[in-house]
């Protein structure tokens, strides 16, 4: 796997690891997700302060040797939140058609409260905050990673459902993959 440089701290991590960017043809420095976008790229890790130190330190424009536009992090960071949500949403829907995810508040608990514990819970944003804090209490105490994304409304649609309140996936390679992409859009997002 190529390896590349992280333009703040100097870190050499495989590219998968890192964050790429290119610089738009007019200029605009561009969060590369997926990797693919054609030119030159530059690197970062995949954490705020990464992102902050190399805007801080221009060293979007040596490492693109472009004149850029002026960005504010903020925007940078707004790009990649939404990048981090297509992908962790095309995530859950490949796990739908693997059939690795259950849904629903009481399925979910009752999953938690077994000895086949899931990989992963999700549960949505406008959840109530008793059953919450009720789901997170079991996947804390079971040791099953707990993130919440994505609106009762959206959940459900990426499982071509209705309103859903709460997912859970298998353990495994996608459950793994999603994991990683949830971490990095807590970090993104300053959550802890
Ligand atoms: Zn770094």
């Given at each position: 796997?190529?390896?590349r440089t992280c333009l703040a701290c100097r870190?050499?991590?495989?590219?998968?690891?890192?964050l790429?960017y290119?610089a738009?043809?007019?200029?605009?420095l561009?969060?590369?997700?997926?990797?693919?976008?054609?030119?030159?790229g530059a690197y970062t890790c995949?954490?705020?302060?990464c992102l902050e130190t190399a805007l801080k330190k221009r060293a979007f424009g040596r490492a693109l040797k472009t004149?850029l536009?002026?960005v504010?992090?903020?925007?940078l960071?707004?790009?990649?939140?939404?990048?981090?949500?297509?992908?962790?949403?095309?995530?859950?829907?490949?796990?739908?058609?693997?059939?690795?995810?259950?849904?629903?508040?009481?399925?979910?608990?009752?999953?938690?409260?077994?000895?086949?514990?899931?990989?992963?819970?999700?549960?949505?944003?406008?959840?109530?905050?008793?059953?919450?804090?009720?789901?997170?209490?079991?996947?804390?105490?079971?040791?099953?990673?707990?993130?919440?994304?994505?609106?009762?409304?959206?959940?459900?649609?990426?499982?071509?459902?209705?309103?859903?309140?709460?997912?859970?996936?298998?353990?495994?390679?996608?459950?793994?993959?999603?994991?990683?992409?949830?971490?990095?859009?807590?970090?993104?997002?300053?959550?802890?």
């Amino acid at each position: 796997m190529a390896e590349r440089t992280c333009l703040a701290c100097r870190k050499v991590l495989s590219k998968d690891a890192l964050l790429r960017y290119v610089a738009s043809p007019d200029g605009h420095l561009t969060v590369d997700y997926t990797g693919r976008l054609p030119g030159r790229g530059a690197y970062t890790c995949v954490t705020l302060d990464c992102l902050e130190t190399a805007l801080k330190k221009r060293a979007f424009g040596r490492a693109l040797k472009t004149e850029l536009q002026p960005v504010e992090l903020a925007e940078l960071t707004g790009q990649l939140k939404e990048a981090l949500e297509t992908k962790i949403a095309s995530l859950i829907g490949m796990g739908r058609k693997s059939q690795a995810v259950v849904s629903g508040t009481n399925e979910i608990q009752g999953r938690l409260g077994s000895r086949q514990l899931p990989g992963l819970v999700i549960v949505a944003t406008d959840l109530s905050a008793g059953l919450y804090e009720k789901i997170k209490g079991l996947a804390q105490q079971k040791e099953v990673p707990f993130y919440r994304m994505f609106s009762k409304d959206d959940l459900g649609r990426l499982l071509g459902k209705g309103l859903r309140s709460a997912l859970a996936f298998e353990p495994g390679g996608l459950t793994d993959r999603l994991i990683a992409e949830l971490v990095r859009y807590q970090t993104v997002s300053g959550e802890k």
